[in-house]
């Protein structure tokens, strides 16, 4: 997007948080010093674009932890997306973090309706995969990377 089209988004009642600056693939490895450096950049970035602060962001690929929660506040990030399938929200150092279910493009609409609507057995299944990624995600390192990358070119 250019910069005149985030600003017109953000004007019409859109919330624009950052995603980050370099969308690192393991975020959660990353050195403290890098993870305050990356939320920094990435909203001042935002903020020279918007002309405020940005105050809330997103996790890149789900490479969340407590460490990456606290750089973003240490960061200036007072709201906090993962990717978690949780509608529970908790608090690090002052941050508010998010969970959220997915919906992409060629999620069923009745599968959007009962996520929104609280399907325990839609939700929960939500749950299980997210947390076998999360399994094959530590297991596989590199190579589940890869794959992944690959299936998603």
């Known amino acids: 997007m250019t910069r005149a ?3 017109d988004l953000a004007a019409r009642g859109h919330v624009v ?3 980050s600056c370099s969308h690192p693939l393991d975020m959660a490895s990353s050195s403290w010093s890098g993870l305050v450096d990356e939320w920094r950049r990435s909203t001042d970035v935002l903020a020279q674009v918007l002309g405020e602060k940005v105050r809330v962001a997103s996790v890149p690929n789900g490479s969340f932890s407590r460490r990456v ?3 973003a506040a240490a960061g200036g990030v007072a ?3 993962t990717s978690e399938p949780t509608v529970m929200c908790g608090v ?3 941050c508010v973090v998010i969970g959220r279910f997915s919906i992409k493009r060629d999620t069923p609409a009745a599968t959007a309706a009962a996520l929104c609507t609280g399907a325990a057995a839609v939700r ?3 749950f299980a995969f997210w947390n076998l990624k999360k399994v094959a995600k530590r297991l596989g390192g590199r ?3 890869a ?3 690959a299936v998603y070119r």
């Open 79 to 81: 709201a906090l997306f």
């Open 147 to 149: 794959v992944r990358g």
């Open 143 to 145: 190579a589940y990377r």
């Open 92 to 94: 690090v150092d002052g």
């Open 124 to 126: 929960l299944r939500a």
């Open 69 to 71: 929660a606290a750089a």
């Open 17 to 19: 948080g950052s995603h």
């Open 5 to 7: 089209e985030i600003r």
